[in-house]
T-cell receptor, first 116, second 114 residues
Framework: NAGVTQTPKFQVLKTGQSMTLQCAQD?????MYWYRQDPGMGLRLIYY???????DKGEVPNGYNVSRLNKREFSLRLESAAPSQTSVYFC???????????????FGPGTRLLVL | AQTVTQSQPEMSVQEAETVTLSCTYD???????LFWYKQPPSRQMILVIR??????QNATENRFSVNFQKAAKSFSLKISDSQLGDTAMYFC???????????FGTGTRLTIIP
């Protein structure tokens, strides 16, 4: 049981390049999330998906797109990377329903992205 | 909109001592959840403890406990018998019931001194 996995762990991009960050969870969770973490700030929500086939914007969605490929996988795409997108990106998942841990989010190990 | 404030950017304490990290939040919601997450140098976000706002009893998990004051909108984390492995960034987070979107504070960097 790996929990939440993310690939790659580290990536360097040039301004204007595109890339996709991959996330997968094996906990059968309905909800998945993408956050970014910048120095001196907490995590900020980029996009989330409450269920397969649905996605919604979070606090900082500009410059990003997401795809909920299936229940397990939720990808984040940068179409034209900018230096302001240099950050650490975290994927998370949570269980939907009436169980006691419904609201708890479980995080992946993060992807460190550097845009030059 | 919800806001979460952690007013202590950095703290340090001797090993085996007790330390308390502060968190305040602002919300108009009545039903919500509060969390403390730990982020060690590995950057992995690890859930430390959670509290449901409708529960009056403070949550505890081994050496970790919270002091939840709903009227004051305060949610502090107490670490007893601190250990070197507790060295990490600690984030307080808020989630309104049914919202499923976490709002994080800016974190407190805790260093345990041997």
């Amino acid at each position: 049981n790996a929990g939440v996995t993310q690939t790659p762990k580290f990536q360097v991009l040039k301004t204007g390049q595109s890339m996709t960050l991959q996330c997968a969870q094996d906990m059968n969770h309905n909800s998945m999330y993408w956050y970014r973490q910048d120095p001196g700030m907490g995590l900020r929500l980029i996009y989330y998906s409450a269920s397969e086939g649905t996605t919604d914007k979070g606090e900082v969605p500009n410059g990003y797109n997401v795809s909920r490929l299936n229940k397990r996988e939720f990808s984040l795409r940068l179409e034209s990377a900018a230096p302001s997108q240099t950050s650490v990106y975290f994927c998370a998942s949570s269980e939907a329903g009436t169980s006691g841990n419904r609201e708890t989010q479980y995080f992946g190990p993060g992807t460190r992205l550097l845009v030059l | 909109a919800q806001t979460v404030t952690q007013s202590q950017p950095e703290m340090s304490v001797q090993e085996a001592e007790t330390v308390t990290l502060s968190c305040t939040y602002d919300t108009s919601e009545n039903n919500y959840y509060l969390f403390w997450y730990k982020q060690p140098p590995s950057r992995q976000m690890i859930l430390v403890i959670r509290q449901e706002a409708y529960k009056q009893q403070n949550a505890t998990e081994n050496r970790f406990s919270v002091n939840f004051q709903k009227a004051a909108k305060s949610f502090s984390l107490k670490i007893s018998d601190s250990q070197l492995g507790d060295t990490a960034m600690y984030f307080c987070a808020f989630d309104a019931f049914g919202n499923e979107k976490l709002t994080f504070g800016t974190g407190t960097r805790l260093t345990i001194i041997p």
